[in-house]
């Protein structure tokens, strides 16, 4: 009998083996992808989960979203969670004696091209958070990876974690899946973007406009008796804004807007374009006709005067000054040294023409190009900005990115915030307080269109070092507008 047994047994065995291949095979088999969901993951790493499950644990129960999704009990805005990894061990249960935190999700890429950036960020926030010394706020990091699908992936879980306000994200794009998202809950945004066009309707933005930078030094630069105006900007977005903002400054103080030149952003150093897009600017060709003229003109003349007069105008390369009193250069680094050099080599003189900068210009290696040397920019106090990077550094080890300060700010502002009672604590009047809130970029405040209002200083580039040239307000008191 055992000997006849063995062949069933081993048949036996051959059905369990081939029974567990099908599986396994059945369980590799990859899943049918449409072309638009293949396009969307070579576009994103982060891929949005599927939270269409029921919980058994849950069945029976009603919830205040079973209207809204198809499952009983499962928030809607949990189809937008990107899977996370798997968590090993158990949850501590819940004191119920214990008043549940105050929740503020900062939203950052902690991944992808942009995540030292957002590290730093990251750093600056938990710095505030440590600087509060309220152990009844929480802050809840949540990763976009850079990308926009995969802010809303961060947003959603940030919201169904019970976020009652969200800090960041950092880019504009992703700003654009986060709002309707927090919208839907009540829930404010204050992000670290500069793009103005994202603001209102609960988004505030943080970020150092450039419109903001523009307005202080042109107003600045009106008050010391600059009329007249000229702007040499790139063809990107960011000269657009620049523009736009000049000219809406024109038009409040009456200056007058004399030229605008706008060249390829994507111009090689070096690029022989360049120097003719200088040449427009300074009008160079007829200035050099003016020239020939007046030297013609001069040189019938015979006495020792005008003889002298003509030997001066020998030596230079053009005559007569340019239209405009002072350049506005958004620009920074390498390409703005080379701009300057040029400026200058075709007789745009910095020293009667003043030039004006935005914050780009907030670089102590603009000391060594003497043709920017004495030009004018609008920045944060370049004091509180050295006390930030110190403590940052004292706490880190590194020096972080420059709008790490930003996130400080705005950790700090969500902490004063979250003393106030549930009712009123992150809303849109106890964000757009007229008296503002001060932090290490200076003073600031949220108007109802959602852009920051700030107290900047004008600096100038000085031969060393840049100098403050006048100091940012302490208030927003009508004085000192």
Not at 41 to 56: E, F, L, R, V
């Amino acid at each position: 009998m055992a000997a006849s047994s063995k062949p069933g047994r081993n048949f036996f065995r051959l059905i369990c083996l081939a029974g567990v291949t099908l599986l396994f095979l059945s369980a590799c088999q990859p899943a049918n992808i449409s072309e638009t969901e293949q396009t969307d993951i070579a576009k994103d790493s982060t891929k949005s989960g599927d939270a269409d499950s029921k919980d058994d644990a849950l069945a029976g129960q009603t919830s205040p979203f079973d209207d809204m999704s198809g499952t009983p009990g499962v928030d809607p805005l949990s189809r937008l969670i990107a899977p996370a990894p798997p968590v090993v061990g158990l949850r501590a249960p819940k004191d119920p004696a214990k008043p549940e935190p105050v929740k503020i999700a900062i939203l950052l890429p902690l991944s992808g091209q942009a995540a030292a950036v957002g590290q730093d960020l990251l750093n600056a926030a938990n710095m505030a958070l440590f600087d509060l010394g309220n152990p009844g706020v929480q802050l809840m990091p949540f990763d976009t990876a850079g990308t926009p699908r995969g802010a809303e992936s961060a947003a959603a879980e940030a919201l169904v974690a019970g976020a009652e306000l969200i800090l960041g994200p950092l880019f504009s794009s992703s700003v654009g899946t986060v709002k309707p998202l927090a919208r839907e809950r009540g829930v404010n945004v204050i992000t670290f973007s500069t793009d103005t066009t994202v603001a209102g309707e609960g988004v505030y933005v943080m970020g150092l406009t450039v419109g903001q930078q523009i307005q202080r030094a042109m107003e600045f630069a009106y008050r010391q008796g600059l009329l007249k105006f000229a702007v040499l900007a790139p063809q990107s977005a960011y000269g657009d804004a620049v523009i736009n903002n000049v000219t809406q400054t024109s038009d409040a103080l009456n200056l007058v807007l004399e030229r605008t030149v706008r060249y390829p952003a994507n111009l090689p150093p070096g690029s022989p374009e360049l120097h003719e897009y200088a040449k427009i600017l300074g009008d160079y060709a007829r200035r050099q006709r003016d020239l020939a003229r007046e030297i013609a003109i001069n040189k019938e003349k015979t006495d020792d005067e005008s003889k002298a007069y003509v030997r001066r105008l020998q030596r230079l390369d053009t005559f007569g000054d340019v239209p405009f009193e002072a350049l506005i250069i958004p620009e920074g680094g390498a390409r703005l040294k080379e701009l300057a050099s040029l400026l200058s080599y075709y007789d745009i003189d910095p020293e009667i023409v003043q030039f004006i900068g935005t914050g780009l210009w907030e670089d102590p290696s603009l000391s060594a190009e003497p043709a920017l040397v004495g030009g004018w920019f609008s920045a944060p106090s370049p004091q509180k900005a050295a006390g930030f990077r110190s403590r940052f550094a004292s706490v880190y080890g590194y020096q972080p990115a420059r709008i790490a300060s930003l996130a400080y700010d705005a950790m700090a502002l969500a902490g004063i915030m979250a003393q106030q009672p549930p009712e009123s604590r992150f809303t849109r009047d106890a964000i757009e307080n007229p008296d503002g809130f001060t932090g290490y970029d200076g003073i600031f405040r949220f108007p109802e269109n959602g852009v920051a209002e700030r107290g900047l200083a004008v600096l100038e580039v000085g031969p060393k070092q840049q100098m403050v040239l006048e100091p940012a307000p302490e208030s927003f008191a009508p004085a000192l507008n």
